[in-house]
Nanobody, 114 residues
């Protein structure tokens, strides 16, 4: 069974940075594309970034130029570097496989104060 464990969230002021990590177990990580998603209260979950198995990234317009997704196949981990954070980035952040979703992890809370 695949397990997803997100970490690295916290409270940060607008303009600050955070780096999220997602440790993946129970699958061959290197062959899977991965994505970062977020869900704010009262809103639908949205994908903010994804990265192919080969390392090619893709970003939602709302985070382009501010967020960077990366992966370390040796550590079975995908990262999300978030810079220039805005209050509207406040949400619970999750990782998953875009092609065919696994069960969701617990997520990590990101709160950006103005």
């Amino acid at each position: 069974q695949v397990q997803l464990v997100e970490s690295g969230g916290g409270l940060v002021q607008a303009g600050g940075s955070l780096r999220l990590s997602c440790a993946v177990s129970g699958t061959i990580f290197s062959i899977n594309g991965m994505g970062w998603y977020r869900q704010a209260p009262g809103k639908q979950r949205e994908r903010v970034a994804d990265i192919t198995s080969g390392g090619s990234p893709n970003y939602a317009d709302s985070v382009k130029g501010r967020f960077t997704i990366s992966r370390d196949n040796a550590k079975n981990t995908v990262y999300l570097q978030m810079n220039s954070l805005k209050p509207e980035d406040t949400a619970t952040y999750y990782c998953n496989r875009p092609r065919s979703l696994w069960s969701w992890g617990q997520g990590t809370q990101v709160t950006v104060s103005s």
